[in-house]
C-alpha cells in the first residue's frame, strides 16, 4: 500500500512541478537537500534537516544529494555515498520508495554537483546557492522567488501518501503522550517526562520535529518552555511533543491536572476541551481560518466569565482586548515536512501575504480552509504575570476578578492540541483517532 501511495505522490509532485515550470519560464528543476554545518568556532555538526522541497520529494536523509525534475522525464535523484570511517554509511539497499527514481550514487559532494543541469532556464531550490551557481544554474535560478511561491503553495495540499505520513507520526506521538500522562501521575520530574515520551515514541531527541516542551504548574504559562526540571510533583503537566514519520511530523499538546490542582483550573482544563472539540467541529472547506480564531476568543471569553475570571464574556470582551492577555497565540497552522510548514500566510499561488488582523499578530494561518490542508487547532488559555500585568494597568483592569488570577497564576497554562486533516465534507482528526480523551 505504502508503494502505490508513494508512486502517486510522487506523480503528483511531477504533475505540479511541471505547471509551476511552465507558468514561470523555467526548463527544469533542482533541489538539493541540504549542506550540513558546524557551530560556530567548533567541529561538532549541528543536528541536519534536509531542504523542505527536496524532503517533500523523497524519503531519503542526509545532507549532499541533489533531486533533479524536467517534465516528462522519470525524477533523478543523485545520492552522495562516500567513503567515511569517521561516520556510518549505510547502503541504499532497497527502499519502498526508490523505483520512482533514476538513481546514481556519487562518493563526493563535488561529484553530485557534477551532475547538476546547467543552463539559462534552470530553477535551483535549496540553501548552497553557491555551489549551484558554480555548477551552471544561473543568478536568475538561484530560489527565484516566483517558483518558490508557487512550490510552497502546492506544499499546503497534501497527497494521500503524506496524510499517511502525517497518520503514523501522530499515532506514535499520542504513545509517548500516554507514557507522558503515566509518569506525570506517578510523581515524575519534567526531565522524567520526556525520558518516558522519547522512549515510548521509539526516538532520540534530535528525531524530533521539534524539541518538547514539557512544563509542570506555573512553566506551562512560558510558551515555548524548554527546561526540564528534575523537581517532583507537579500538580499541572502542560505537554507539547510530536514524533517524526518519513520526513513528516505530528504537534500534539494536552494538559493534564492532579486533584491537587486548583479546582477552578481543573475546571478550565475541562472546559477549554470542550471549546477546542468545537472548533475542530467548525472545520469546513471555504471557511476562512481567521473565523475560527476569532471564535476560539469570544469562546475563551465565555469559559473565562462562566468561571469567574472575568466578570463579562462573548464578542464585548473580545473587542476590548480582555482575552489576549490570556490567549496570546494563533490557533493554530499548516503542519507537514515542518511543524509550522509553508504558505499559511500567503495571498495566492503566485505569492504575496494575507497578514493577521493586526490585534492578532501571532495568527500563523490566514488563508480560506480548503480540502487537503493539515493544520493544528490549539486554543490555550495562559496565566502569564508580564501580560496580566499590562492588563491590570489597563482602563479594563476592573473586568477580572484579581483574586483568582493570581490563585491561578501558579498553576500556569492550559492548551489543547490536534492534528487535522481538512476534507471535502468536513475534517478527519488524526489526533482524536489515536487519542481520544
Known amino acids: 500500500m505504502l508503494e502505490k501511495l508513494f508512486h502517486d505522490h510522487v506523480a503528483t509532485l511531477a504533475s505540479r512541478a511541471a505547471a509551476v515550470l511552465s507558468a514561470t519560464g523555467f526548463d527544469g528543476l533542482v533541489i538539493s537537500s541540504g549542506k550540513p554545518f558546524t557551530y560556530f568556532a567548533d567541529d561538532q555538526d549541528a543536528p541536519f534537516r534536509r531542504v523542505a522541497h527536496f524532503a517533500h ?35 541504499l539497499g532497497s527502499p519502498f520508495w526508490a523505483s520512482e527514481f533514476d538513481i546514481t550514487e556519487c562518493g563526493s559532494a563535488a561529484k553530485v554537483w557534477a551532475q547538476c543541469p546547467k543552463g539559462a532556464k534552470w530553477a535551483y531550490i535549496g540553501d548552497e546557492p553557491d555551489a549551484a551557481k558554480a555548477a551552471g544554474i544561473p543568478e536568475s535560478g538561484l530560489n527565484p522567488k516566483t517558483v518558490v511561491a508557487r512550490l510552497d503553495w502546492d506544499r499546503s495540499l497534501k497527497t494521500a501518501y503524506e496524510v499517511k505520513c502525517l497518520e503514523e507520526a501522530t499515532h ?19 526531565l522524567e517526562i520526556h525520558h518516558a515520551y ?86 469546513k472547506v471555504g471557511r476562512p481560518y481567521l473565523d475560527l480564531h476569532i471564535a476560539s476568543h469570544e469562546g475563551i471569553a465565555d469559559i473565562l466569565h462562566r468561571n469567574g475570571v472575568l466578570k463579562r464574556g462573548g464578542a464585548s470582551a473580545v473587542q476590548d482586548g480582555l482575552t489576549r492577555p490570556f490567549f496570546p497565540h494563533g490557533l493554530g497552522h499548516f503542519l507537514g515536512i515542518q511543524v509550522h510548514d509553508v504558505s499559511g500566510r500567503q495571498a495566492a499561488p503566485e505569492g504575496g501575504v494575507l497578514a493577521p488582523p493586526a490585534e ?26 508580564m501580560l496580566l500585568r499590562d492588563l491590570k494597568s489597563s482602563k479594563h483592569q476592573a473586568d477580572v476578578n484579581w483574586s483568582l488570577v493570581d490563585a491561578l497564576i501558579p498553576m500556569g497554562g492550559i492548551r489543547i492540541e490536534d492534528n487535522l486533516v481538512v476534507t471535502a465534507t468536513g475534517h478527519r482528526n488524526l489526533t482524536r483517532e489515536c487519542l481520544p480523551d
Not at 172 to 185: D, E, K, Q, V
Not at 202 to 213: A, F, K, N, R, T
Not at 370 to 384: K, L, W
Request: hydrophobic share 35%; aromatic share 10%; net charge neutral.
Open 172 to 190: 506514535r506521538a499520542a504513545l509517548g503522550h500516554r507514557a507522558a500522562l503515566t509518569a506525570f501521575g506517578n510523581g515524575a520530574s519534567e
Open 57 to 91: 520529494w523523497t524519503p531519503l536523509a542526509g545532507p549532499s544529494h541533489l533531486l533533479v525534475f524536467t517534465p516528462g522525464s522519470k525524477p533523478k535523484l543523485v545520492r552522495h555515498a562516500p567513503e567515511d570511517y569517521w561516520y556510518e554509511q549505510a547502503p
Open 360 to 385: 492578532h499578530p501571532y495568527l500563523r494561518t490566514t488563508r480560506t480552509i480548503t480540502a487537503g490542508q493539515v493544520f493544528t487547532i490549539e486554543p490555550g488559555i495562559y496565566f502569564i504575570p
Open 198 to 283: 522519547v522512549q515510548e515514541c521509539g526516538c532520540v531527541d534530535s528525531e524530533l520535529p521539534y524539541g518538547s516542551i514539557v512544563a509542570l504548574d506555573e512553566k506551562g504559562a512560558i510558551l515555548h518552555y524548554e527546561g526540564k526540571r528534575t523537581q517532583h510533583g507537579g500538580k499541572v503537566l502542560l505537554i507539547d511533543a510530536g514524533a517524526p514519520c518519513r520526513g513528516y511530523g505530528s504537534d500534539i499538546t494536552r494538559t493534564w491536572c492532579t486533584p491537587q490542582a486548583h479546582p477552578v483550573f481543573r475546571q478550565l482544563v475541562s472546559d477549554l476541551d470542550g471549546l477546542q472539540r468545537a472548533l475542530c467541529d467548525g472545520v
